[in-house]
């Protein structure tokens, strides 16, 4: 099997018990303080380890297959505890003291199968799928994905740490409550899930074919039903390449931040409306979080295509042509489904003046622009357009929402909002005091106070480092703790 150098290889188990219309899988929850989906559904799996490559498989010559199906076995093992893909001699013995051993670092699993003479056979683990993580993401996966059966006697079971927590489910009931909004995972889970839940004796067929679905008639990454997310490749300000455009709604839909002009971007977003038109949803209109080219550069294409209206902040307005004035706390409402889908504008100043966060609270999503960015990373804030106290009082005003998942315009969305959000309020306060600890009473320009406060980011990135320092600076001397002398050098003030 050729595999990508740009990825990281990973593995997935798809576990199953019982038959036909009591089919069952094990999926499970990931903890919120995981870096990649954080609180997502997702099945049990992990990327390849090195030591993967030491444990015995019979029947699998391909040493690229046999290190991602050792990958597959162990993770079994370390997530949930049942040990797949036994050949029909081997015992499972020990294995609770064998999977602490395992976690604790004590062993490494190979040794432990020798130890106590697991043998594996590679027929046991029926390919389900290759999947590789969209450009959405900062961090991406080539993922092989494999069906496997728990072994009689085996209980699945979730020792909480990279995963919250564990459940046996019927795909349907699965896929019944994510078109009720009560569910938020990626498209691997979603297809693996539609495959196990059709009738018919042509399962591994069918599940190799996920992804190739998921294609058809156009790519479709749709997180939560009514929730389609669409990276376009944009030219925003790095390391992120894309920015994720929405279309949100069930029966009417609203496009958040088309944010490419490039003819064959705009060209893919177009043919996934149509898809989307076809099964009974028309575009109603289009929303710009904020006036930076990477969210609104599709917006006149799309205007003209589809003949909607384009709603923004009066202040985004400025530099957009838009059709509605959108205030704080406005209502877009569209029409109903399964879901309720009525949309509030939450005026989310500090990256922009006219920053809009969309909220939906029958789903507890937020839509969050360049507000809060996915994964780990920050967004810059750059004078006079950001404004750091702006950008504060915006967090904590979203934390009030008690939002139960992240849609932000570039990077992964995630779960884990409070804590998300509380480590940006964290890392800026942070940054500030490193601020307020360089400033003496000589004055030094924002370069040489930049060599100062952001030692630990990369020299070539400090030019962006020294706009969001000055949004630093400028908050103290509002609150009277920093001074600017007119030839734009800074110094402590006098007490402060």
């Not at 062993?107 to 389900?128: N, V």
């Not at 209980?155 to 409550?177: F, K, M, N, T, Y």
């Not at 409306?273 to 979080?289: C, N, P, Q």
């Amino acid at each position: 099997m050729t595999r990508s150098t740009t990825f990281r290889d990973s593995a997935a188990v798809v576990l199953v018990r019982g038959e036909g219309a009591a089919l069952e899988t094990f999926w499970a929850q990931r903890g919120e303080d995981v870096g990649f989906m954080p609180g997502f559904r997702s099945f049990i799996g992990g990327k390849v380890d090195a030591e993967d490559a030491e444990l015995e498989i019979a029947g699998e010559p391909d040493a690229s297959e046999r290190m991602l199906k050792a990958c597959a076995i162990r993770e079994a093992f370390e997530e949930a505890g049942v040990l797949v893909a036994l050949d029909g001699a081997a015992r499972a013995d020990g294995l609770g003291a064998a999977r602490k051993a395992l976690l604790a670092g004590q062993a490494k699993f190979p040794d432990l199968a020798r130890a106590h003479d697991w043998r594996f056979s590679g027929d046991r683990l029926t390919f389900a799928g290759r999947w590789r993580t969209p450009p959405f993401s900062a961090v991406r996966f080539d993922t092989v994905y494999y069906v496997a059966r728990v072994p009689e006697g085996q209980e699945a079971s979730i020792l909480p740490g990279e995963l919250a927590s564990g459940e046996w489910v019927r795909p349907i009931v699965a896929l019944d409550r994510w078109r009720h909004g009560e569910g938020t995972f990626a498209a691997p889970i979603l297809w693996t899930l539609i495959a196990l839940a059709e009738n018919g004796n042509d399962l591994a067929e069918r599940l190799a074919l996920g992804p190739e679905r998921a294609r058809l008639p156009v790519r479709r990454i749709e997180l939560r039903w009514g929730i389609v997310l669409h990276p376009v490749k944009t030219r925003p300000l790095p390391p992120a390449t894309h920015t994720n455009a929405y279309l949100i709604g069930e029966n009417e839909m609203m496009l958040v931040d088309p944010g490419s002009d490039d003819p064959a971007e705009v060209e893919a977003l177009l043919r996934l409306i149509e898809a989307l038109e076809a099964e009974g949803r028309r575009l109603k209109l289009i929303v710009a979080t904020h006036h930076h080219p990477d969210h609104v550069g599709g917006i006149e294409v799309v205007r003209r295509s589809r003949a909607v209206p384009v709603a923004a902040h009066p202040d985004t307005a400025r530099h957009v042509r838009a059709d509605l004035a959108v205030g704080d706390g406005q209502w877009l409402p569209l029409a109903p489904g399964l879901n309720d889908w009525a949309i509030q504008a939450i005026h989310t100043p500090g990256h922009a003046r006219g920053h809009l966060c969309l909220w939906h609270p029958a789903g507890r999503a937020l839509f969050t622009g360049d507000h809060i960015p996915g994964g780990r990373g920050t967004v810059i804030i750059d004078p006079p357009e950001g404004h750091m106290a702006d950008y504060l009082r915006s967090l904590e005003r979203l934390l009030e929402l008690n939002a139960d998942v992240l849609f932000p315009g570039h990077g992964s969305p995630q779960g884990g909002v409070e804590r998300r959000i509380r480590g940006l309020i964290a890392h800026r306060l942070e940054r500030e005091a490193k601020v307020l600890g360089a400033l003496t009473p000589a004055p030094a320009t924002p370069r040489e106070l930049v060599e100062r406060v952001y030692e630990d980011v990369k020299a070539d990135m400090w030019g962006y480092a020294e706009r969001s320092l000055i949004a630093h600076l400028e908050k103290l001397e509002g609150e009277g703790r920093a001074l600017r002398e007119p030839d734009g050098r800074w110094r402590t003030a006098v007490g402060g």
